[in-house]
């Protein structure tokens, strides 16, 4: 019913710069929370950000300061500004969104997006 698209990532210099987009399609009556995580190489997948529909954002301690999350909601579309990368934050980023299917259902489904490579290295 939703599909994630994300775009962005590939190789950047520590201490530099790169944006995430990640666009929302299909059947679906709204989106509430979007958010990044990211899974580096041997860890566990974690929040990056999040954001509500409200645009309350939440971010992970170790990103603080640096990145950035926001949404166009006219357009479904969720984006993290990542500024002064450092090694530790090359891994793998995932979007991830929770919607509603349907006005009248209770229920919220959850999508994954396909995930994109971030690598920071001199």
């Known amino acids: 019913q939703v599909q994630l698209v994300e775009s962005g990532g590939g190789l950047v210099q520590p201490g530099g710069s790169q944006r995430l987009s990640c666009a929302a399609s299909?059947?679906?009556?709204?989106?509430?929370?979007m958010a990044w995580y990211r899974q580096a190489p041997g860890k566990q997948r974690e929040l990056v950000a999040d954001i509500t529909s409200g645009d309350n954002t939440n971010y992970a301690d170790s990103v603080k300061g640096r990145f950035t999350i926001s949404r166009d909601n006219d357009k479904n579309t969720v984006y993290l500004q990542m500024n002064s990368l450092k090694p530790e934050d090359m891994a793998v980023y995932y979007c991830?969104?929770?919607?509603?299917?349907?006005?009248?259902?209770?229920?919220?489904?959850?999508?994954w997006g396909q995930g994109t490579q971030v690598t920071v290295s001199s």
């Open positions: 299909g059947s679906f009556f709204t989106i509430n929370t």
């Open positions: 991830n969104a929770i919607y509603k299917r349907l006005k009248w259902s209770s229920n919220w489904a959850t999508v």
